[in-house]
């Protein structure tokens, strides 16, 4: 017995690496056509040998199939095709058998095609992980095999270059893009004395760096063996089939076998088998999967298996990574903070000037800023960079730097504000100098997608019980953005390993979801139910270890695509416990002797035929799903859009105003009011009216009714009322006179409350109406 098994197994083991859906249904099709031609014209033995040879050639890989299965210690569909096979050759039922054949061969060719995997190699991981390094001894500098590196090695990383192994910085300090690892765009400055992990890019100058640890035991080669880990115990998929077979298989044996053992006939036997071949199961529920993999194709949502869209369908939980996930991982200008006496257009301009020519993250924030609020730049001249500090130049004939500041550097009271407000805001700052003199500071973050609280919202409504962000951050930002989406929870500062262990402990406890964009995320993914990559900016390694992939770099597609899963699913269990319950009935006819097992292969054909038709409704666009937006109404998202890009001066000249007022409320804060009532008058004012009469009503279909809009519409009632204070409070002071005492308090406070609104307003419109259009 043994000597058999042995003898199998490499030819189970062969025909299991080789693709024999699309020869084995070619085979069959090609058999039963034969066979009919054959019958057609009276030639009726040879018509009988062509379907004998389709039912036969779908024996051989039915029974590998089943021989796998049992050896994993499962008995699926494929056992009752098997059954009724044999049977119809063995009572003579041979186009029984050549379209029962058939019907196998589709569902397996259709099943192969949608859960055919791609590579989980992470290529990408290994490409960026460095294969040398340069040793510094005495006598000068060497590039050896990485292997050869030991502990303590002196080692010299250049700029743009991958630190090779873990280590301590020796050299002055460090610059350092850390986002391979914690996802976080932001560079960071790591000085003398402090670790540095493999894996990160130096984004300044040459450095010296002491090693800490060999090439296997450094954060990098970790991360890459935790990949290889995650995907390698991520359990398969059970086939929907095969869990409604548990049931369905001993069910139709034991009809079978009563119906033999009740009339002594063994091709009632046969019949009830092959009206009970599982065809609805073999075929619907691919066809409603791969339907479902076609449609998300079409909304930029790529599905790699039939499993992942299947698994998707029953999730409860979802992790996400923050940084380019929820954010839009690119730094943005936060605010602007000027020194008294300047405009804060003019600190922006001044250091987008500058910065045109560098090539840091933050440089190209500021310029992008600068240019989407049409500001003119000037070109400078004798520009330097210097890694980790900054940019200098001239601009318009002054010296100007823009970047850190210089240690012991003097901080006036408004440049504390501008530290206190990028402490508390989660912010970088980059600090602006003309002539020597600190004129302004630049406040940037990474924001928040627009479209983030409203796919949260929809996956709320889709049925996800739990969502949870999973983030290499600080804990005080990442809270910040776990308050504003109502997650239910924030794990922070985690590295790639305390990621794993994360997805691990909720997949304990529900089908788990896991989304990131970045190489760091990258284990995180393989190691969840259904890993879902951002893979329209995201890295590749992210997007080879996940089951899934958006493919725009859009996060609402999330919500779509959870939605569309579950659709699917939902459509593939109706169309196989439909075609069940009518395989029911004719079995129960068949047991009766009233089908014969041709008649019953044609009524078994009627049935696939029926939840066919049923599963392809995945391909249909669910009507309850994301409302259409008309040509019209997406150019007037777009165009409102690009004046909340074009208005945020106006938001700045309000806040500048209502500072101003506080510290010096003398004639230059009475100008700095005047300007802001001309920017309202001129600028904001006419803005809200044309959203209020033409966007507003434009959205209504779409949201619903004009009910919808209410709330939108109450605020701008409100920015009109505070506009109108606002200028009531210029008329009451004289012309050419600095305001009352007894106005201050009253001004200052609509000043600092219609920045408050507005602000709130902005986002609200850009998360709720702006994020609708693609």
Known sequence: ???????????????????????????????????????????????????????????????????????????GVDLIAVLALAGTLVVGEYLAGALIALMLATGRTLEAAAQRRASHDLRALLEHAPRSARRRTDT??????????AVGDLLVVGPGEVVPVDGRVESAAAVLDESVLTGESLQVERPAGDTVRS??????????????????????????RLARQAGAESAPV??????????????????????????????????????????????????????????????????????????????????????????????????????PGVRSSDVLRLAASLDQYSPHVLARAVVDTARERGLGLSLPTAVTEEPGRGVTGEVDGRRVSIGRLGPGAAHPP????????????????????????????????DPLRHDAPRTLRHLRAAGIRRLVMLTGDRAAPAREISTVLGLDGVLAELSPADKVAAVRDERGRAVTVMVGDGVNDAPALAAADVGIAMGARGSTASSEAAGIVLTTDRVDRLADAVVLAQ????????????????????????????????????????????????????????????????????????????????????????????????????????????????????????????????????????????????????????????????????????????????????????????????RLHFAQEEESYFSLAP
């Open 567 to 758: 659709r699917a699913r939902r459509i593939a269990v109706q169309s196989a416990l439909g075609g069940m319950v009518m395989s029911l009935v004719a079995m129960a006819a068949a047991a009766a002797g009233l089908l014969p097992p041709a008649f019953g292969a044609l009524l078994q054909e009627g049935i696939d035929v029926v939840v066919i038709l049923n599963a392809l409704r995945a391909l249909r666009v669910d009507r309850a799903a994301r409302p259409a937006l008309s040509p019209a109404t997406e150019a007037l998202i777009h165009r409102f859009a690009s004046e909340h890009d074009d208005l945020r001066d106006v938001l700045d000249s309000v806040r500048e105003a209502a500072d101003r007022l506080s510290d010096t409320p003398g004639q230059a804060a009475r100008t700095a009011v005047e300007e802001v009532h001309r920017l309202l008058t001129e600028r904001l004012l006419p803005h809200e009216y044309a959203e209020e009469h033409q966007l507003y009503p434009a959205l209504a279909p779409t949201l619903g009714g004009p009910e919808a809009t209410t709330t939108m519409s109450r605020t701008h009632a409100e920015i009109e009322r505070l506009s109108r204070r606002i200028a009531t409070h210029l008329q009451l002071a004289r012309t050419g006179e600095v305001f009352a005492p007894d106005q201050l308090d009253d001004l200052r406070s609509c000043l600092y409350g219609l920045n408050t609104v507005l």
């Open 414 to 445: 408004w440049a504390r504000a501008a530290d206190n407000r990028a402490l508390l805001d989660g912010a970088a700052v980059a600090w602006l100098t003309v002539d020597a003199r600190l004129t302004g500071a630049v406040l940037l973050r």
């Open 238 to 339: 059970v086939r929907l089939a095969d869990r409604y077979a548990a049931w369905f298989l001993p069910l139709t044996l034991a009809v079978a076998g009563l119906a033999w053992l009740v009339s002594g006939s063994a091709v009632r036997a046969v019949a009830v088998l092959v009206v009970a071949t599982p065809c609805p199961l073999l075929l619907a529920a691919p066809v409603a999967i791969v339907s479902g993999l076609s449609r998300a194709s079409r909304i930029g949502v790529v599905v790699r298996d039939g499993g992942a869209l299947e698994s998707l369908g029953r999730a409860r939980t979802l992790l996400l990574d923050k940084t380019g996930t929820l954010t839009r991982g690119r730094p943005r200008v936060l605010d602007l903070v000027a020194a």
């Open 140 to 149: 000068g500098v060497t590039t050896v095999p990485l292997a050869e590196v």
């Open 1 to 75: 017995m043994n000597s058999t098994a042995g003898r199998l197994r490499p030819v189970v083991a062969a025909l299991g690496s080789v693709r024999l859906e699309p020869v084995l249904l070619a085979v069959t099709g090609a058999a039963l056509a034969a066979g009919g031609i054959a019958w057609l014209v009276g030639a009726h033995g040879p018509a009988d040998l062509f379907w004998a040879v389709g039912t036969v050639a779908a024996v051989v890989p039915a029974m590998v199939w089943v021989l796998k299965a049992l050896r994993h210690g499962q008995a």
């Open 199 to 224: 894996g990160v890019v130096n984004a300044g100058g040459a450095f010296t760096l002491r090693a800490d640890a060999t090439e296997q035991d450094s954060t990098y080669a970790g991360i890459v």
